[in-house]
């Protein structure tokens, strides 16, 4: 497989113009699947890629919005499961306005989730993390291809950028980028990878709003990813031993 270098990723209240540390040899953009796979094929693509606003916050939200779109308050304490009505600015003319809800965190390590691939010097030590979530467009045009900024938090402070594949997808974790294209009310499965300093442990995931404003957060449970089981067990496909008999 390929190799696996490392651009730093940590950062301090960051903001969301930053689109995520590189991984930088061999490996690809990775997109969540999406409901809306099969709904464009037969329609000509005239929408733009993300909603076009006038460059004036909203009085009432920190970024403009739809009139029907109420943004969830910057410092929102959230649960697993629950859903973050969100906005960031990708270009100074665009605003992007989605429903996320992030669904659970997964703890790894290289062993469980990166086999096959060379894990530089650089990573050795660092400790992976899959953040699985879902985002739903609630604009009023379609958007695509775009790395939701979700962060990972950690101390309470610092924030870490998720990862981003190029040239090889990464089956495990594909990536936290919308799909090429996501029509209003349409939804997409996203997972962020992150790579946590040794000694650091990730306590939320976060979404970053503009200027000085408090992050929205998501906490839960944090579980354990657990290596599937090989062949090398004695099983059989369809589960019985090598010898026959149920065990």
């Given at each position: ?44 693509d005239a929408e733009p890629s993300a909603t076009a606003t006038s460059t004036e916050p909203a009085p009432t939200g920190y970024l403009p919005v739809p009139d029907d779109v109420t943004l969830t308050e910057p410092g929102a ?171």
């Amino acid at each position: 497989m390929a190799l696996v270098t490392l651009v730093s990723s940590v950062t301090t209240r960051a903001g969301v113009a930053l689109l995520g540390g590189l991984l930088a040899a061999g490996l690809l953009v990775g997109c969540g699947g999406s409901d809306d796979d099969g709904d464009d094929k037969d329609t000509p693509d005239a929408e733009p890629s993300a909603t076009a606003t006038s460059t004036e916050p909203a009085p009432t939200g920190y970024l403009p919005v739809p009139d029907d779109v109420t943004l969830t308050e910057p410092g929102a304490l959230l649960g697993f499961g629950d859903s973050a009505t969100i906005a960031w600015r990708p270009r100074q003319d665009t605003v992007v306005t989605l429903d996320v809800s992030v669904d659970r965190i997964d703890k790894t390590s290289y062993k469980e989730s990166f086999e096959g691939w060379v894990i530089t010097q650089q990573m050795k030590g660092q400790v992976p993390y899959f953040v699985r979530a879902t985002a739903t467009n609630v604009g009023d045009v379609g958007i695509g291809s775009l790395l939701v900024p979700v962060y990972a938090l950690s101390d309470g402070t610092s924030m870490y950028e998720p990862l981003v594949f190029r040239e090889e997808a990464f089956e495990p974790c594909p990536g936290g980028e919308l799909p090429k294209r996501l029509r209003p009310g349409k939804s997409a499965d996203l997972c962020f990878v992150y790579l946590l300093p040794e000694g650091q442990e990730l306590s939320a995931a976060a979404f970053d709003p503009v200027g000085e404003l408090e992050p929205i957060t998501w906490t839960g449970e944090i579980t354990a990813i657990e290596k599937p089981k090989d062949k090398k067990d004695g099983r059989k496909k369809d589960g019985r031993k090598k010898d026959g008999k149920n065990g």
